[in-house]
């Protein structure tokens, strides 16, 4: 069996860090997961590279940098009580698993969530829980939400993640058209009060759901 190791560590450094995340615990966290694990195996040469990757059913596992910056955006501690929205291949789930106390993550495609529990599972990150649903609607039950990360592209900010953050809570979300977005993180201030930056310009796969992009849309 190949060791990753080496190239886990040269990602972390050349792509991560030498772009400027420095918050130590997404560095240390990101050296822990085994990110190769997450993609096909015929890919598995290719997931320590500077780029997405296709996971199946159109969709992708994020470029490592991206999972860094998004990461570091939620400014987590490891107490906090974290909302992902689009599952995907779970790794960015592991990673916000070593990150903070319970991560609930939304997935819409049968597939990918079956493929991302058993592979959160074995690889020793059984604490993410995984539903399957219009992740758009977020997921009330388990609210309010410390942080929110969002990994796919919304035409606008739903409000429904709004009303699911908590107080002081942080969402990260890329907001924009289909082709390109830009990574927003919003605060919640005050009950009725979000203070909005806009990080960085991006390109991810589309929100659907009936809050985001409708599938005749894409």
Known sequence: MRDFTIARRRMVAEQVAARGVNDPRVLKAMLQVPRHKFVEEALEAKAYMDAPLPIGEKQTISQPYMV???SEALELTGT???LEVGTGS???AAVLALLAERVFSLERLPALARRARRVLDENGFSKVN????DGT???QEMAPFDSILVTAGAPQVPQQYLDQLA???RLVIPVGNRESQVLMRITR???DDFHEESMLGCRFVPLVGNHGWKNEEI
């Open 80 to 82: 906090e009580t974290v």
């Open 189 to 191: 201030t005050s009950e």
């Open 90 to 92: 779970g790794y960015q």
């Open 68 to 70: 860094g910056v998004m």
């Open 130 to 133: 995984i539903r399957l649903t």
């Open 137 to 139: 609607y977020g997921w």
């Open 167 to 169: 107080l002081g809570g």
